[in-house]
């Protein structure tokens, strides 16, 4: 593939084993960032990559550099893709990007057709890996004459368990902001044939044990809206649809206290445009009559529940590791969730030796054609390497790249807004990520 060149966007923390996956396969890479310092790091060391400044609002620009090469790889914010889509259409160049397909993206179908182009989404993890895997499973049964009753998928990007050292048992490897705005979304999803909805300030409280290996002390709440996969995985006779994130106990029961207290809202506030120290703050986010600790605690119990003296002993060591009761300054950020970040941000980083963990699991419940039930579930758990990838980059990034050798070699050559939703997509990838010791792992349970 010597003579294929990819203009890849963005330089997060994804991007490097895209690039490296690509550069071993002897294609030519342009990283493109606003800042040409992040992608020269991007590029360091690696042979085929080539840094340059690109910003993608400057459409010239953008069109300029799609012109030189044959497909565009976007894994910068998914409020771009649809711009970098445009650019791919009036140039007839393909596009591949690990997000979920938005309604943005969407309304570019009939062009993309046109131009004749493959855009394809959703080839990562999470959207991504578990697609494959969920259609897989389900055109098998399909396929035999059976019934999906039941699809639960969870997944989690965590810290090793012995990384896991702080109050909420989870660090960050991407924006702390994604992270925790994430934790305010509401939920909708299938249960026993109903549609069920949870508000977003609710959803920690939804977050129940979630058991797949004896060894991992998993919680799982719903994540987002899960209705559209009764379609989307061609599951109509499920009566219970759930995809899931997973975390380490104590964790929901530490961000509903968040939550209720005030510190995820994104209201801005006069007081949080100096610095002044975390106990002030915290007094006039909470209305308290002063900023003693005592008294700070006083307020914290009149705004939210603990489940019993225990949580709140864990709960209030927590607030007081962030630093909410203390003399320290905060970084000002406007609002309380931004101010929130800049503080944990620093405290809640991989360290040096520690490794990232993630696990995902699909569970089916199977009725086969002859009335006999099933439990079967497809398991991934990955770590990542203390000197090398994270699990989530490698999980997010290889996947992604060998969609782009794919997508150049002509394996996946349909045209419009793709997803991997049908097995003449997914068994190629499935067969190359192999490759890559990258596959769930399926096995029945009952």
Same mark, same amino acid.
């Given at each position: ?9 963005? @330089? ?6 895209? %690039? ?19 992608? *020269? ?36 914010? =998914? ?53 494959? =895997? ?29 990384? &896991? ?11 702390? *902001? ?10 909708? =999803?299938?249960?026993?044939? *109903? ?17 797949? =290996? ?45 939550? #209720?207290?005030?510190?995820? &809202? ?89 490794? #990232?963990? %993630? ?13 006999? *039930? ?29 969609? %782009? ?13 793709? @997803? ?27």
């Amino acid at each position: 593939m010597s003579d294929k060149k990819v203009l890849l966007l963005g @330089a997060g923390f994804v991007t490097l084993p895209t %690039v490296q996956v690509l550069s071993d396969s002897d294609i030519q890479v342009t990283v493109a960032c606003r800042t040409i310092e992040n992608a *020269k790091k991007l590029c360091k060391d690696i042979k085929n990559a080539h840094p340059i400044s690109l910003d993608v609002t400057n459409s010239a620009a953008l069109d300029t550099e799609v012109e030189k090469v044959d497909i565009v790889v976007s894994l910068i914010p =998914y409020e771009f893709h649809a711009t970098v889509i445009k650019a791919a259409i009036r140039a007839k160049k393909n596009v591949v990007t690990t997000s979920y397909v938005s309604p943005a993206m969407l309304e570019l179908e009939n062009d993309a057709k046109k131009a004749g182009i493959t855009v394809m989404n959703e080839i990562g993890l999470d959207p991504g890996i578990d697609h494959l =895997y969920a259609v897989k499973t389900i055109n098998e049964v399909h396929q035999a004459g059976g019934k999906i009753t039941s699809f639960i998928s969870m997944c989690g990007g965590l810290p090793a368990p012995e990384a &896991s050292n702080n109050p909420l048992g989870y660090k960050f490897s991407w924006s702390p *902001k994604g992270v925790l705005l994430a934790l305010r979304n509401s939920a909708k =999803y299938y249960k026993d044939g *109903k549609v069920e909805e949870v508000p977003g300030p609710e959803l920690m409280g939804t977050a129940k044990p979630y058991f797949i =290996y004896p060894g991992f002390a998993f919680v799982g709440y719903p994540n987002r809206d899960s209705t559209p996969y009764r379609e989307r995985y061609n599951i109509p006779e499920a009566q219970t649809i759930i995809r899931g994130t997973l975390r380490f106990q104590g964790f929901p029961e530490f961000v509903r206290v968040l939550v #209720d207290l005030g510190f995820l &809202s994104q209201e801005k506030q006069d007081f949080l445009e100096k610095p002044i120290t975390w106990k002030e703050a915290t007094q006039k986010i909470l209305n308290a009559t002063s900023d003693s600790e005592s008294e700070l605690a006083l307020a914290v119990n009149s705004k939210t529940q603990f489940a019993n003296n225990e949580d709140r002993a864990r709960i209030m060591a927590g607030l007081r590791w962030i630093g909410l009761f203390s003399d320290e300054k905060i970084i000002p950020r406007s609002t309380p969730l931004d101010t929130l970040c800049a503080t944990l941000e620093p405290k809640m980083q991989y360290g040096p030796g520690e490794r #990232d963990l %993630v696990m995902l699991q699909h569970k089916f419940e199977i009725e086969h054609k002859d009335g006999s *039930k099933e439990t079967r579930t497809s398991t991934l758990c990955d770590y990542g390497d203390p000197s090398g990838y994270s699990a989530m980059a490698k999980l997010v990034g290889v996947p992604c790249a060998v969609a %782009v050798k794919l997508v150049l070699d002509g394996t996946i050559s349909e045209t419009g807004i793709l @997803a991997p939703m049908s097995p003449k997509i997914n068994d190629p990838l499935m067969a190359e990520l192999k490759k890559y010791s990258i596959e769930m792992r399926e096995e029945t349970l009952a």
